[in-house]
């Protein structure tokens, strides 16, 4: 079955430097989706990408989707520290009995003020 | 409010003892979904639905049933819980989800913490 794999697992970071999570699929993606979770919380939308190379950004937050459709990328320029929590991307597949998601393990980031 | 119900939020229950799971959403959506949480594993989908009476595996489904018999609802059953069990379940709800249109944004409710002994 589709299997999307998200690197780093964990990532510690400094107050105001750069992080970036990867995510890749076994399968071409229809299309890829990124939530957070902050600590204690339950996952939360941030954005969906669709088009091959398609590049999104909101404020410090950039999102790539690859050009093959199988990659993704989340970057977070000047981290803060309501930056932390766990961020999952989550590819979608349609299927003859209809459309799912499959999430990555997720990345946990903390962030040192 | 547009939200994401779960009851209950957190339940301690035995091997073997038959629980519900409720989940309700007043969006109006088509697609709802349930996942377990566990460490280290992310996100792992049970079984979804993409409308009433339309139900299907997901990737981990042994063990689980659910039913959609109104739009709302969307509860999972474990007929006899074992401690493998034991997790952070997440219900979903998104718009869309239909053959040829991927899936929407999905709203998570607050999840449900089930310990099985």
């Known amino acids: 079955g589709q299997q999307v794999m998200q690197i780093p697992q964990y990532q510690h970071v400094q107050e105001g430097e750069d992080f970036t999570t990867y995510c890749n699929s076994s399968?071409?993606?229809?299309?890829i989706q990124w939530y957070k979770q902050r600590p204690g919380g339950h996952p939360v939308f941030l954005i969906q990408?669709?088009?091959?190379?398609e590049v999104k950004k909101q404020k410090r937050l950039t999102f790539q989707f690859g050009e093959a459709k199988k990659n993704s990328s989340l970057h977070i320029t000047a981290t803060q520290t309501t930056d932390v929590g766990t961020y999952f991307c989550?590819?979608?597949?349609?299927?003859?009995?209809?459309?799912?998601?499959?999430f990555g393990e997720g990345t946990q980031l903390t962030v040192n003020p | 409010e547009a939200q994401v119900t779960q009851n209950p939020r957190y339940l301690i229950t035995v091997t073997g003892k038959k629980l519900t799971v409720t989940c309700s959403q007043n969006?109006?959506?088509?697609?709802m979904s349930w996942y377990r949480q566990d460490p280290g594993l992310g996100l792992r989908q049970i079984y979804y639905?993409?409308?009433?009476?339309?139900?299907d595996k997901g990737d981990v489904p042994e063990g689980y049933k659910v039913s959609r018999k109104e739009k709302r609802n969307f509860p999972l059953i474990l007929e006899s819980p074992s401690p493998n069990q034991t997790s952070l379940y997440f219900c979903?709800?998104?718009?869309?989800?239909?053959?040829?249109?991927?899936?929407?944004?999905?709203?998570f409710g607050p999840g449900t913490r089930l310990t099985v002994l």
């Open positions: 639905s993409m409308n009433v009476e339309v139900t």
């Open positions: 990408l669709v088009k091959s190379g």
């Open positions: 989550a590819g979608g597949k349609l299927e003859t009995s209809g459309s799912r998601l499959t």
């Open positions: 979903a709800s998104s718009s869309r989800g239909y053959p040829g249109q991927g899936v929407h944004e999905q709203f």
């Open positions: 969006m109006n959506h088509e697609y």
């Open positions: 399968t071409t993606l229809s299309n």
